[in-house]
């Protein structure tokens, strides 16, 4: 039980790469763990989440696993993949199965799209008086529990989701947007460090009069002082010259600009640049095919490969761009997407050998 204990201390994270072998092991922990009154400190569902079962009992993994209430896990955090959009009903289950929690503090959720509120009757008198806390990362806010709308209340909160960065998807509403919107203006104004902002194919263009981004959703991503890093992916597509200058004055704060997934062009009159956006504080990375990474060279206007240092030719340029074409026209029938997808093999995380040690099947 010592074990058991101190693994519980630490929290437990749940993965989408784990087999359903690995998620029924850790199942069952946890299980004796709530059975035994042992403190979960959080359990973390990292992209493995499902479903949430219709009396909000269970939690269904990806894996077809599924994750009774526990009574003595302190916070439950869901992340889902790529903005996943959250309906009212589905998002009012999971309050149901964190209020059965009895012991939870916090649920907390990520990379998703959540509803603008929630009916009454799905904030119990329980949850209001423990003072339960619904935290929607992606966005910095909170939900008040009494009066059902979402709202930043806490700097601490607002600090953690600006060192785990703000992805902006294409496909979440302008009202998401707006919300991240609002969350990045209070950080800004309160000088709280933004390690990264990404745009994952959710830029569309730059305003001429601002020189905002205008997001696909149409709204605005005004500067924000306090960005360190901003990483475009803009996937299959082919940026122009006006949009790379753009991008690089809106960016005049960071330490860092990364494109992904697109095209840029060959070389770039850096000798336009301010001063500070030549140093070699300011990097800016290129990775158009998913492998090489090319770096600005501030000196010439060119790329350079980050793996050889050998600067890319035009010969090189043009290939590479025929393959570009190549790839991307071939899969715009098809929906596919050229970004790559990690497989790690989760069951060989340290944490399975204790769940084998003493969940023997």
Not at 76 to 99: M, V
Request: proline share 2%; aromatic share 8%; net charge negative.
């Amino acid at each position: 039980m010592d074990t058991i204990r101190e693994i519980c201390g630490a929290g437990v994270e749940i993965y989408r790469q784990s087999s359903s072998h690995m998620h029924k092991l850790q199942m069952r922990f946890l299980t004796v763990a709530s059975q035994n009154n042992i403190p979960v400190k959080f359990v973390r569902l990292d992209e493995c989440y499902h479903s949430v079962t219709s009396d909000g009992t269970k939690l269904i993994l990806q894996s077809g696993q599924t994750l009774t209430a526990l009574s003595s896990v302190k916070m439950i955090n869901i992340t889902t993949k790529n903005g996943r959009k959250i309906p009212e009903d589905e998002f009012s289950r999971l309050l149901l199965y964190a209020d059965q929690s009895q012991n939870i503090e916090e649920l907390r959720l990520q990379w998703c799209e959540l509803p603008p509120t929630v009916s009454a009757s799905t904030i119990s008198s329980e949850m209001k008086s423990k003072n339960f806390k619904v935290s929607w990362l992606t966005t910095g806010h909170r939900l008040n529990l009494h009066d059902r709308i979402w709202e930043i209340d806490d700097m601490d909160a607002i600090k953690e989701s600006c060192g785990a960065g703000v992805t902006l998807y294409k496909q979440c509403s302008s009202h998401m947007h707006d919300l991240q919107m609002r969350f990045l203006t209070v950080a800004s104004q309160n000088d709280i460090p933004i390690d990264l902002i990404s745009l994952r194919d959710s830029y569309h263009a730059l305003d001429a009069t601002t020189g905002s981004i205008i997001l696909e959703s149409g709204v605005m991503l005004r500067r924000v002082s306090s960005l360190r890093k901003l990483a475009i992916n803009a996937w299959g597509r082919e940026l122009t010259a006006e949009d790379f200058d753009g991008l690089i004055s809106y960016s005049s704060q960071c330490s860092e600009l990364n494109f992904s997934g697109c095209f840029l062009p060959w070389s770039v009159s850096t000798h336009l640049f301010p001063a500070h956006l030549r140093s070699a504080k300011f990097r800016v990375l290129w990775n158009p095919e998913n492998k090489e990474v090319f770096i600005l060279d501030s000196a010439s206007g060119r790329w350079v490969n980050n793996g050889t240092k050998k600067a890319l030719s035009e010969k090189e340029y043009q290939d590479m761009l025929i393959r570009f074409r190549l790839i991307w026209e071939g899969n715009s029938d098809t929906g596919l997407s050229a970004e790559g997808n990690d497989a790690s093999d989760a069951d060989s995380y340290p944490i399975a050998w204790v769940f084998k040690q003493y969940f023997r099947m």
